[in-house]
Nanobody, 124 residues
Framework: QVQLAESGGGSVQAGGSLRLSCAAS????????MGWFRQGPGKEREFVAD????????YYADSVKGRFAISRDNVKNTVDLQMTSLKPEDTAVYYC?????????????????WGQGTQVTVSS
């Protein structure tokens, strides 16, 4: 089992920045790829960003590329999502998730463990 807990959400005006953090506990953190997903009102959960086990490779949804950055610390067992140039359409509940897969996957069902989510609201 891996337990995940997000923090850092909040309300911000368009163009602003937020940093989300996800703390992991349980099994060896570095054995898991980590991802960030989001779910807006009335929408399905969608992929945002992914980072490999070592942190050497990252992957982003086109909608956030160049604005968001994912990083991880395998000593502190955390994965962060730095969000800049935020837009109203970024408003959603953001979730971190863990998968034991070696290769990138953007499909929520491939992730075994999920946090409870943190709300991000961007006003225009």
């Amino acid at each position: 089992q891996v337990q995940l807990a997000e923090s850092g959400g909040g309300s911000v005006q368009a163009g602003g920045s937020l940093r989300l953090s996800c703390a992991a506990s349980g099994r060896t953190f570095s054995n898991y790829r980590m991802g960030w997903f989001r779910q807006g009102p009335g929408k399905e959960r969608e992929f945002v960003a992914d980072i490999s086990r070592s942190g050497s490779n990252t992957y982003y949804a086109d909608s956030v590329k160049g604005r968001f950055a994912i990083s991880r610390d395998n000593v502190k067992n955390t994965v962060d999502l730095q969000m800049t140039s935020l837009k109203p359409e970024d408003t959603a509940v953001y979730y971190c998730a863990a998968t034991p897969r070696w290769l990138i996957t953007t499909t929520p069902k491939d992730y075994n463990y999920w946090g409870q989510g943190t709300q991000v609201t961007v006003s225009s």
